[in-house]
């Protein structure tokens, strides 16, 4: 028997009625057993359509003996029966099921993701989650749910948003905040990459005589930067208060090591381990990928003998986008997107759409 997290949420007809009824009909499959159940939690809609209703939410914990495939079929079928119909993302619905955890196991088909790829930065799946399974533990993170409930709820949050040169990191920032700032209203400040606005939007110099100590000396001098915003005011709104960037600390290091000998390489990996524990870490890091053939438009980079207008050739695209990854999966433990700058909007969207989900206090029912 393996021990699963499900999700559900519903925000039209009687919302309790309908999610009662998903409980039931998972707990008389002869191969589920539901062991808990949280209390509802309601919370605005976040993302889709303008002028939802509020969401219902709740979360379970069951034992079963049906693989992961089979179970989310079921849950399928309940969303069936129950009148779930899909159009339009994040659109009104009777009733939604999200497998978000099957025991520690790390599940990515073209039908379903384990651990569900968003349960980290959404408000209304930790809460009730924490209720019944705080002591479980997020295997891509490898935090308990307890820990990302904290990790997302602290008064001050940080966004960091990083990506190769010219994917658009300076643009995406501003337009999340913006977005923020203008439809929500929420205290959000924009953090600066502490490089002026005619140069390109981060270390890149493959040719230069000290990458190593150009990327260093860029990293400190964005902590410092990232300090100063995160010291705490005496603003009414500091209950709730929120940064964005257009980097990521180690990011000049990581293109750094991409361009680097061994040597170098380990004088970076070395200088971002002294400097970690002074750094202010992301609450959320989201990681842009660029298609070579598909650049950020309005995006326009001066051009340099090794690059095109749109940024590094393809070959040196690759080669940073790997060592970014890289640097993320070694230097960082937190909640992380990776996300397609294409369609722009569309990205804009998912990260607007995480921040409200952090947002977003969820009231038991």
Same mark, same amino acid.
């Given at each position: 028997?393996?021990?699963?997290?499900?999700?559900?949420?519903?925000?039209?007809?009687?919302?309790?009625?309908?999610?009662?009824?998903?409980?039931?009909?998972?707990?008389?499959?002869?191969?589920?057993?539901?062991?808990?159940?949280?209390?509802?939690?309601?919370?605005?809609?976040?993302?889709?359509?303008?002028?939802?209703?509020?969401?219902?939410?709740?979360?379970?914990?069951?034992?079963?003996?049906?693989?992961?495939?089979?179970?989310?079929?079921?849950?399928?079928?309940?969303?069936?029966?129950?009148?779930?119909?899909?159009?339009?993302?994040?659109?009104?619905?009777?009733?939604?099921?999200?497998?978000?955890?099957?025991?520690?196991?790390?599940?990515?088909?073209?039908?379903?993701?384990?651990?569900?790829?968003?349960?980290?930065?959404?408000?209304?799946?930790?809460?009730?989650?924490?209720?019944?399974?705080?002591?479980?533990?997020?295997?891509?993170?490898?935090?308990?749910?307890?820990?990302?409930?904290?990790?997302?709820?602290?008064?001050?949050?940080?966004?960091?948003?990083?990506?190769?040169?010219?994917?658009?990191?300076?643009?995406?920032?501003?337009?999340?905040?913006?977005?923020?700032?203008?439809?929500?209203?929420?205290?959000?400040?924009?953090?600066?990459?502490?490089?002026?606005?005619?140069?390109?939007? #981060? %270390?890149?110099? &493959?040719?230069?005589?000290?990458? @190593?100590? *150009?990327?260093?000396? +860029?990293? =400190?001098?964005? !902590?410092?930067?990232?300090?100063?915003?995160?010291?705490?005011?005496?603003?009414?709104?500091?209950?709730?208060?929120?940064?964005?960037? #257009? %980097?990521?600390? &180690?990011?000049?290091?990581?293109? @750094?090591? *991409?361009?680097?000998? +061994?040597? =170098?390489?380990? !004088?970076?990996?070395?200088?971002?381990?002294?400097?970690?524990?002074?750094?202010?870490?992301?609450?959320?890091?989201?990681?842009?990928?660029?298609?070579?053939?598909?650049?950020?438009?309005?995006?326009?980079?001066?051009?340099?003998?090794?690059?095109?207008?749109?940024?590094?050739?393809?070959?040196?695209?690759?080669?940073?986008?790997?060592?970014?990854?890289?640097?993320?999966?070694?230097?960082?433990?937190?909640?992380?997107?990776?996300?397609?700058?294409?369609?722009?909007?569309?990205?804009?969207?998912?990260?607007?759409?995480?921040?409200?989900?952090?947002?977003?206090?969820?009231?038991?029912?």
């Amino acid at each position: 028997m393996s021990t699963c997290l499900v999700g559900l949420g519903s925000n039209l007809g009687d919302r309790r009625l309908t999610l009662g009824e998903a409980i039931d009909q998972l707990a008389g499959h002869p191969q589920i057993d539901v062991l808990r159940r949280s209390h509802f939690y309601e919370t605005p809609a976040v993302g889709g359509p303008v002028g939802q209703e509020a969401f219902l939410n709740a979360v379970i914990r069951l034992e079963t003996s049906l693989e992961p495939e089979a179970l989310h079929q079921q849950l399928l079928a309940v969303e069936n029966r129950l009148g779930r119909h899909r159009r339009t993302r994040w659109a009104s619905r009777s009733i939604d099921l999200d497998l978000l955890l099957y025991d520690n196991r790390q599940i990515a088909t073209s039908q379903l993701t384990v651990p569900h790829p968003w349960m980290a930065v959404r408000s209304f799946v930790l809460a009730p989650a924490v209720e019944i399974a705080g002591e479980m533990i997020h295997p891509l993170i490898g935090w308990s749910l307890e820990k990302l409930w904290r990790h997302i709820t602290t008064p001050t949050r940080y966004i960091a948003i990083t990506g190769p040169p010219g994917a658009g990191k300076r643009r995406l920032a501003a337009e999340v905040v913006q977005q923020l700032v203008g439809q929500q209203r929420l205290n959000v400040q924009r953090v600066a990459a502490g490089i002026p606005e005619n140069q390109p939007d #981060d %270390f890149f110099r &493959p040719g230069d005589d000290d990458p @190593a100590g *150009a990327a260093i000396e +860029l990293m =400190r001098r964005r !902590q410092g930067v990232l300090q100063q915003a995160a010291r705490p005011s005496n603003s009414a709104k500091e209950s709730s208060r929120w940064l964005v960037s #257009d %980097f990521w600390c &180690p990011q000049s290091l990581a293109f @750094a090591d *991409a361009l680097a000998d +061994l040597t =170098r390489g380990a !004088q970076l990996r070395q200088a971002w381990q002294l400097a970690r524990d002074e750094a202010l870490q992301p609450t959320l890091l989201v990681v842009l990928t660029v298609d070579p053939d598909q650049r950020a438009a309005g995006q326009p980079q001066p051009p340099r003998p090794h690059e095109n207008e749109d940024g590094p050739d393809h070959q040196t695209l690759a080669s940073l986008q790997q060592s970014l990854q890289r640097w993320t999966a070694e230097h960082y433990a937190g909640p992380l997107l990776r996300l397609d700058i294409s369609p722009w909007q569309r990205t804009v969207e998912e990260i607007t759409a995480a921040v409200l989900a952090m947002e977003f206090e969820p009231i038991r029912r």
